[in-house]
């Protein structure tokens, strides 16, 4: 059987214990205090990072745990696999929502079961591709920004002790939309952190993340497809149950308005075609290259069962919003790299409060009314709420890559 967690281990993070291991161990008694009988609502808690953080905290007990997620599916896989692993503490008070955090039944369901001692906030739009035309990009500002703002108006009647929303490398210094959607989030986080508990974390690639290129390599093979991947971006990565503890040790540990990150040697940054290539050896198989993508897909679709070989195409980065490297923090930024044995962290500053923030909104409002609109001048206006923002712009999206 092939056993991913032990090929994330070899192949991509290089590291059989845990990043965050020592910090884990050196906060154990903080982080069981924050969380043992308390209550907790997991929001986006069916998607990779956010199942990750519910069995990063389930160990400490709580006594009430509410997941929503728009996937109804994915919130009954969650379920059964918590119900069906020996030694899992589930409590008695366990529910699941299939439902969206914008919507009105969400802040029904919020002000009617809370209040809640602990909220993270794990909903996004996550992908670079999501950002082909208007449609695309309101709706990722729609869910990124302005439902987060929302979520933050609500958390104001009934405060938690510790409030979490999960951002992303790509806000350092953004060149997408997504990324800086994620500034404009992390804006808004620091602007409410004068009034609520609230805390970010930018992060590395996780490894086989629901979506992610990488798990795409599994179902290719699945599929006898071939692989396809960038040879020239560099990423760096952390395990899913390292993605959960980052978050879970933001949660608590954070201070209002603090950022973190994983601390993250550069050596270990990989390219995705040097993970495909391990992946496809790591099954038996030997990876074939190939010079295009029609190439690529005959070469599948004439390979035989028998055969030890397997069909990759590898390409230069050419699509829009592409950084050819990561980074968790920029210059100007004033990061702490001693607390902690495996995270950063960012002293949070902004220039906005939060009629400022709840002023951007309105902005954002104004713009996606106007009948016309290209994607320029989102652009355009994106480049003024977010001066950091240099967008990268191709013409090319990710949707027209295999």
């Known amino acids: ?69 728009l996937s109804e599916n994915s919130l009954t896989e969650l379920t059964r696999d918590l119900r069906s692993t020996a030694g899992q503490f589930v409590p008695e008070n366990f529910k699941t929502y299939p439902i969206s955090f914008g919507d009105p039944v969400f802040a029904r369901m919020f002000r009617r079961e809370g209040p809640f001692d602990v909220v993270a906030h794990f909903a996004a739009h996550k992908h670079v591709r999501s950002e082909k035309d208007r449609y695309s990009i309101e709706a990722m500002l729609e869910n990124n920004v302005m439902n987060t703002v929302a979520l933050l108006d609500l958390l104001l009647e009934h405060p938690p002790q510790h409030f979490f929303c999960v951002s992303t490398d790509k806000a350092a210094n953004p060149a997408n939309v997504m990324g800086a959607s994620k500034k404009l989030m992390e804006e808004a986080v620091l602007a409410y952190s004068t009034r609520l508990p609230a805390v970010t974390a930018r992060f590395a690639n996780v490894a ?10 599994m179902e290719r093979i699945a599929r006898g497809q071939p692989l396809s991947a960038p040879h020239d971006v560099r990423r760096y990565f952390v395990s899913p149950a390292e993605s959960g503890q980052l978050c ?17 040697d550069e050596p270990r940054m990989l390219t995705f075609s040097t993970i495909a290539d391990a992946l496809v050896r790591e099954l038996g198989y030997t990876p074939t290259p190939t010079a295009t993508e029609d190439e690529a897909r005959e070469a599948a679709a004439r390979r035989r069962p ?25 210059a100007d930024e004033d990061v702490d790299h001693a607390r902690f044995s495996a995270l950063g962290v960012i002293a949070g500053v902004t220039g906005n409060d939060v009629a400022g923030i709840r002023s951007t909104i309105t902005d954002l409002r104004e713009l996606f009314g106007q009948p016309e609109l290209h994607k320029s001048a989102i652009i355009e206006t994106l480049t003024r709420l977010v001066p950091s923002f240099q967008h990268v712009e191709t013409g090319k999206s990710l949707d027209t890559k295999m």
């Open 1 to 69: 059987m092939f056993d991913l967690d032990a090929f994330i281990a070899k192949h991509v993070t290089g590291r059989d214990e845990s990043l965050f291991a020592a910090d884990l161990a050196a906060h154990a008694d903080e982080l069981r205090a924050a969380i043992a009988g308390r209550s907790v609502l997991v929001i986006g808690g069916a998607g990779t990072i956010g199942s990750s953080f519910i069995r990063a905290l389930l160990p400490f007990e709580p006594a009430r745990l509410y997941v929503v997620d």
């Open 208 to 217: 086989f993340s629901n979506g992610s290129l990488l798990a795409g390599f």
């Open 248 to 264: 879970l040790l933001a949660c608590v540990m954070g201070a209002p308005g603090e950022i973190f990150f994983p601390e993250l």
């Open 306 to 330: 028998e055969e030890a070989t397997w069909p990759v195409y590898y390409f230069a980065s050419e699509t829009s919003g592409e950084k050819p490297f990561e980074e968790f923090f920029t």
